[in-house]
């Protein structure tokens, strides 16, 4: 089944411990992209990458790393949660940095993140 | 930044009744998509309006793009209670798509 995986689902973690989020498709997608939800916001993009090591910041990178090491894998990093990281995470892809443009995205199913 | 805006933010019908959803937006787009989330849950794709047609349908689903008036809407016809969820629309404005912050839908049975 084409799909794009995010774990964990959940997590709850402490301020200044690293984490990372894993994000993996089976599609060959070459652009994938973290965007983060919160109430009234909508989705804000946090970074994305249009293929392999190729990476750029979105609207809302600061806190967070990527890489971009391998086509299907596309990992979060929060070097340093705090508080205001607390949200709920999605991880997307397309075939092309353009085939949004004509399918759309495949979305993860998320993480909730709380760091207390 | 957002560049959609959803109206209304929340919106309760009866089962059977259309849903009316309208987006608004500021610049140019290439084009308008409109995705459905239930709680929690990832979004999905429903639909996709260029910015050179003027509607669109997909089963129960009407699009419709006004780009003179920077705005679309999305009309769910008979609507059920699996309809319940949240909807997005995301303009594509080239460089990258932009997410407004949705409308909720709730439609009781």
Redesign the interface.
Known sequence: EAQ?TQNPRYLITVTGKKLTVTCSQNMNHEYMSW?RQDP??????IY?SMNVEVTDK??VPEGYKVSRKEKRNFPLILESPSPNQTS?Y?C?SSLSGQD???????????T?LTVV | SQQGEEDPQALSIQEGENATMNCSYKTSINNLQWYRQNSGRGLVHLILIRSNEREKHSGRLRVTLDTSKKSSSLLITASRAADTASYFCATDYGDDMRFGAGTRLTVKP
């Open positions: 794009v965007y009234g916001l909508g989705l804000r993009q994305y979105g609207d709920l999605f997307a949004w443009a004509n399918y759309g995205y495949t979305f993860g199913s998320g909730r």
